[in-house]
C-alpha cells in the first residue's frame, strides 16, 4: 500500500534531485580524494538522500546512493543490501503519509556522518502494534552512516530512549547528554525489551475529531503536556505484530 498524497511531485523536484545525484555520486574512489573532499561529497550524497525521502522520488537512481553490501543495524529494521533499505522506505510509506525528515544537528568526518533527525508524518497504517488510526507523528533519532567511495555503506540507527543513554557516539559526538534529574514517564510501544517513549495527545489541532498525536520522546524533550499512556508490541517491516499483548 502506498499513499498517493506522499508520491504527488512536481517534475521539478524529480529534476532537481537527480540531476543532483549525477553531480555528487561520480565513480571516484575515496582514495583519489582528499580526506575534505571525501566529507564534501558524503554530506552532499546525504543531502540528496534527504531530499529524497522528503520529496518521495521513487527512483533507481536514488537507490543507486546505496553501497551494494550496505549494512543497517536497528533493533527492529537490521538487514543488509539496497534491498532491504528499499523495503524500509516502502514500509514507512505504506504507512504514513506527508513524511518529512528534519536534521536537527549533524558531525561530518571523512566516512562518516552523524546526524540526529525528526521524522514527522502522518499514521495511517498498522505500526508495530499501534492500529491503522490517523495520529501524527514525530519520531525522534540518531543515525551514524559511513560511506564508501560516494555511497552509504553502513547505517546505525538508535531510536530506543535508553539507548540514548548508554551509546558513547551519541553522547560525545551529538553532546546529548540527558539530565538525570529530570523525569521521564515510562509508557508504551514497547518493541524490544528496551522501551520506546511516547505521549499521545488526544485530538490534536488539524485532525480529524477521535484522532491522536504520538510523538516519540527523545532527551531533548521537555515532557510537559499531559499524557495518555498506552502499550503494545509489534515488529518491523513484512512482519505480522505480535497477538495477545496490551
Given at each position: 500500500m502506498q499513499n498517493k498524497g506522499s508520491r504527488q511531485q512536481t517534475s521539478s523536484s524529480t529534476s532537481s534531485i537527480t540531476s543532483g545525484l549525477r553531480t555528487v555520486n561520480a565513480n571516484i574512489p575515496d582514495r583519489l580524494l582528499s580526506k575534505e573532499g571525501v566529507t564534501a561529497r558524503n554530506k552532499a550524497v546525504y543531502q540528496r538522500y534527504i531530499d529524497y525521502w522528503n520529496n518521495g522520488v521513487d527512483s533507481d537512481e536514488i537507490y543507486g546512493l546505496i553501497h551494494p553490501d550496505h549494512r543497517q543495524v536497528h533493533h527492529t529494521f537490521t538487514g543488509i543490501g539496497v534491498e532491504h533499505k528499499r523495503s524500509g522506505i516502502t514500509?514507512?510509506?505504506?504507512?504514513?503519509?506527508?513524511?518529512?525528515?528534519?536534521?536537527?544537528?549533524?558531525?561530518?568526518?571523512?566516512?562518516?556522518?552523524?546526524?540526529?533527525?525528526?521524522?514527522?508524518?502522518?499514521?495511517?497504517?498498522?505500526?508495530?502494534?499501534?492500529?491503522?488510526?490517523?495520529?501524527?507523528?514525530?519520531?525522534?533519532?540518531?543515525?551514524?552512516?559511513?560511506?564508501?567511495?560516494?555511497?552509504?555503506?553502513?547505517?546505525?540507527?538508535?531510536?530506543?530512549?535508553?539507548?540514548?543513554r548508554k551509546v558513547p557516539w551519541v553522547k560525545k559526538d551529538m553532546?546529548?547528554?540527558?539530565?538525570?534529574?529530570?523525569?521521564?514517564?515510562?509508557?508504551?510501544?514497547?518493541?524490544?525489551?528496551?522501551?520506546?517513549?511516547?505521549?499521545?495527545?488526544?485530538?490534536?489541532?488539524?485532525?480529524?475529531?477521535?484522532?491522536?498525536?504520538?510523538?516519540?520522546?527523545?532527551?531533548?524533550?521537555?515532557?510537559?503536556?499531559?499524557?495518555?499512556?498506552?502499550s503494545s508490541r509489534g515488529q518491523g517491516p513484512g512482519q505480522e505484530p505480535k497477538r495477545g499483548c496490551p
Open positions: 514500509y514507512f510509506w505504506s504507512r504514513f503519509s506527508k513524511l518529512r525528515i528534519e536534521v536537527l544537528s549533524q558531525v561530518a568526518d571523512g566516512d562518516q556522518i552523524i546526524s540526529f533527525l525528526v521524522l514527522h508524518g502522518i499514521q495511517q497504517g498498522e505500526h508495530v502494534g499501534h492500529p491503522d488510526m490517523e495520529r501524527v507523528v514525530h519520531l525522534r533519532s540518531a543515525f551514524r552512516d559511513r560511506f564508501l567511495d560516494g555511497k552509504i555503506r553502513e547505517t546505525e540507527i538508535i531510536t530506543d530512549f535508553e539507548a540514548f553532546n546529548i547528554t540527558p539530565s538525570p534529574k529530570r523525569e521521564y514517564e515510562r509508557v508504551g510501544l514497547s518493541v524490544v525489551a528496551a522501551e520506546w517513549d511516547y505521549v499521545a495527545h488526544e485530538n490534536p489541532p488539524g485532525l480529524r475529531e477521535g484522532a491522536q498525536q504520538m510523538m516519540y520522546a527523545s532527551p531533548m524533550v521537555d515532557r510537559t503536556a499531559s499524557s495518555t499512556p498506552a
